[in-house]
């Protein structure tokens, strides 16, 4: 059983909106990441399933938002604006223990346990 999949990545151009998927039960905590190529992954939203606390990096914000549907046991990544620096792989992760560092932690790899394969998203200029 793979414990997150992501899906929705794809090709679309500058200004374009893409939705991203993340399938993921009995989490406290799921993010989003993207590494571009040549770049470290980099920690870019994230919330908390218990109270729907939301985080997002400085690149992102303002752009993206992240959703979660309790009903489909689904996190989204609603992305617009998109543009070519947004091109990287996207990965979702996420962790199941509570922790009251989640507003300092957020960002970091360690913070979570479980990880997707990730999906393309490629932003044509």
């Known amino acids: 059983q793979v414990p997150l999949a992501e899906s929705g990545g794809g090709l679309v151009q500058r200004g374009g909106s893409l939705r991203l998927s993340c399938a993921a039960s009995?989490?406290?905590?799921v993010g989003w990441f993207r590494q571009a190529p040549g770049k470290e992954r980099e920690g870019i939203s994230s919330?908390?399933?218990?109270?729907?606390?939301?985080y997002y990096g400085s690149s992102v914000k303002g752009r993206f938002t992240i959703v979660r549907d309790d009903t489909k046991n689904t996190v989204y990544l609603q992305m617009k604006s998109l543009a070519p620096e947004d091109t990287a792989i996207y990965y979702c992760?996420?962790?199941?223990?509570?922790?009251?560092?989640?507003?300092?932690?957020?960002?970091?790899?360690?913070?979570?346990?479980?990880w997707g394969q990730g999906t393309q998203v490629t932003v044509s200029s």
């Open positions: 992760a996420a962790r199941r223990r509570w922790s009251f560092r989640f507003g300092s932690r957020w960002f970091l790899e360690d913070f979570y346990d479980y």
């Open positions: 009995g989490y406290t905590y």
């Open positions: 919330i908390d399933s218990n109270d729907g606390t939301t």
